[in-house]
């Protein structure tokens, strides 16, 4: 089985890595100069898909998330949350359900049915009314309603990674 490419931390523009966040230095080294059996640091942080069609909140939760640790990678709509999801192997996907096109719930659904993206933990994002019922059918695993509180938001995401 072919390994999916490495998760990329996103930065303003959409492409490369945020500052701070190296990957590609050297590896921590044991009392005897070998190598650690530690993972990259990619691995060791949470991969997280921000999926919504309006900028400001991708933006918005982007910015947040990062500064919380995390790495993070973004699509626009539902057909590049596909992709995306596909490419980055994202441990957690926060998904807008309204969105032109292919939109959230669709989206949940075509992602549930890819072989290649396995067991990813899929949250709803949405102020429609109904929406929990509507995303646990399409396959999501969870639904926040927005607007978000952030506290709040902070705590579950934890909770999310840590569960997934």
């Known amino acids: 089985m072919q390994r999916r490419q490495r998760f990329p931390a996103m930065g ?3 492409q490369g890595r945020s500052p701070g966040r190296r990957t590609d230095g050297p590896r921590r080294t044991g009392p005897a100069g070998d ?3 530690e993972p990259d640091r990619d691995d060791r942080q949470g991969r997280i898909l921000v999926v919504d069609d309006n900028e400001d909140c991708r933006t918005a939760l982007r ?3 990062e500064a919380s640790g995390f790495l993070v990678a ?3 709509d539902g057909e ?3 992709e995306r999801a596909r490419e980055t192997d994202p441990d957690l996907i926060l998904l807008d359900i309204m969105m ?3 939109d959230g719930l669709e989206a949940a659904r ?3 049915r890819a072989s290649d993206v396995d067991g990813v933990m899929i949250v ?3 102020a429609m009314e109904g929406a929990e019922k509507a995303s646990r059918a399409a396959g999501c695993d969870a639904c926040v309603t927005k607007p978000l509180d952030m506290a709040e938001f902070s705590s579950r995401v934890g909770r999310w990674l840590s569960d997934g």
């Open 110 to 112: 075509r992602i549930r």
């Open 100 to 102: 032109p096109g292919v």
């Open 124 to 126: 709803a994002i949405s």
């Open 12 to 14: 303003s523009q959409g």
């Open 35 to 37: 190598a650690a059996d």
């Open 63 to 65: 910015t947040f998330l």
């Open 80 to 82: 590049e949350a596909v």
């Open 74 to 76: 973004e699509a626009a």
